[in-house]
């Protein structure tokens, strides 16, 4: 039976509640729940509640994602316009397939959270992985300005790639290529298809090559820092087809060597040639894997190959870019050009 009687500890006690200004009944919950929390000792209760509150200022001092892909954006902001682009698509695209994303607070969002996001949005091995790239860049962000603890994409595994060899273009398949872009518009778009073809240079980076980065004298290409997928500069040497081809269509040093309006042009050129988008669609990088297999089958020298295409080491050339089982006489290639 309890006692009406209270003891000078009991009375103590009471008192405390009272000074909290609220509910008694609710603080004296409270506290039991802390008791509990600490398994009956007082320190680990002390320590869960610190801790709680820990978590619950750290829950209030983030953004959400919407707001921290704009922040990461405007950090980069110095970046390649096609950089920035895609940065932006992949963000969009991550949004859009999980609803509610954009409104999610960054430090509540796990590397389980993450990574069934980048799964809903990207399919393929190769898109999922550019994702992840890109989602951990908006993280860095913000774990620079506090607004999470961690990079949770840290923690999820890249898909592995299975890499198949590119096909690349027969000899009759170039000449159809270069006679269309000989006779389209007075040829204009020639020489960027000449550089692509016998330089390897990237689609990309040739749309960024003016006439002055072509030193037809030394016989070599300045591919710049900023014009480089992978940021670095690089010299490609021009083959004596290649030197002919531009010498006839020698422009001013300030020009561009794509004509404006270069994706239409393009994209007219190659259906030209017998490349219909929906029976026989391009092959992205046709022309700069075409001039991989004929350098390495007539020059031998994977070093060489790996310096002209700008590629860190050969690995990516062995098991991608090089299949020599359609090259046709690479010297001719060479020497001589495939449209004479």
Not at 145 to 172: D, F, H, M, T, Y
Not at 174 to 191: I, S
Not at 240 to 268: G, I, M, N, T
Request: charged share 25%; proline share 5%.
């Amino acid at each position: 039976m309890m006692s009406n009687i209270m003891t000078q500890q009991e009375r103590a006690a009471l008192a405390i509640l009272q000074s909290c200004g609220g509910d008694m009944i609710e603080a004296a919950i409270l506290a039991r729940e802390a008791y509990a929390a600490g398994r009956g000792q007082v320190r680990r209760g002390r320590e869960c509640i610190r801790l709680g509150q820990e978590a619950l200022l750290a829950q209030r001092q983030t953004v959400t994602f919407r707001r921290a892909v704009a922040e990461a954006l405007q950090e980069r902001a110095d970046r390649r316009p096609r950089t920035l682009w895609d940065f932006r698509y992949v963000c969009r695209r991550l949004m859009r397939c999980n609803a509610g994303w954009g409104e999610r607070r960054l430090r509540a969002l796990s590397a389980e959270d993450c990574r069934r996001a980048l799964a809903a949005a990207f399919g393929s091995p190769q898109q999922f992985r550019k994702g992840r790239a890109v989602l951990s860049a908006v993280f860095s962000t913000a774990v620079r300005r506090g607004w999470c603890a961690a990079n949770p994409v840290a923690n999820i595994e890249l898909p592995r790639l299975c890499e198949q060899r590119k096909p690349i273009l027969s000899a009759e398949e170039m000449q159809r290529l270069m006679r269309a872009a000989r006779g389209y518009r007075g040829g204009c778009c020639l020489p960027a298809v000449g550089v692509m073809l016998y330089a390897g240079v990237r689609p990309h980076e040739v749309t960024r090559l003016r006439w002055g980065e072509l030193d037809l004298r030394a016989g070599c290409i300045s591919i710049l820092p900023q014009h480089s997928k992978t940021g670095g500069a690089r010299r490609v040497s021009i083959c004596p087809p290649l030197l002919r081809l531009l010498q006839s269509c020698r422009r001013p040093d300030e020009e561009k060597l794509c004509p404006p309006c270069w994706v239409r042009h393009w994209r007219a050129v190659r259906v030209s040639a017998g490349w219909d988008p929906q029976h026989n669609p391009w092959c992205p990088d046709a022309l700069r894997h075409t001039f991989a297999s004929y350098h390495l089958c007539h020059f031998r020298d994977y070093a060489l190959l790996q310096w002209e295409l700008g590629h860190r080491d050969a690995a990516l050339l062995r098991t991608r870019y090089v299949d020599m089982r359609g090259v046709a006489e690479p010297a001719r290639f060479w020497n001589e050009g495939v449209d004479k």
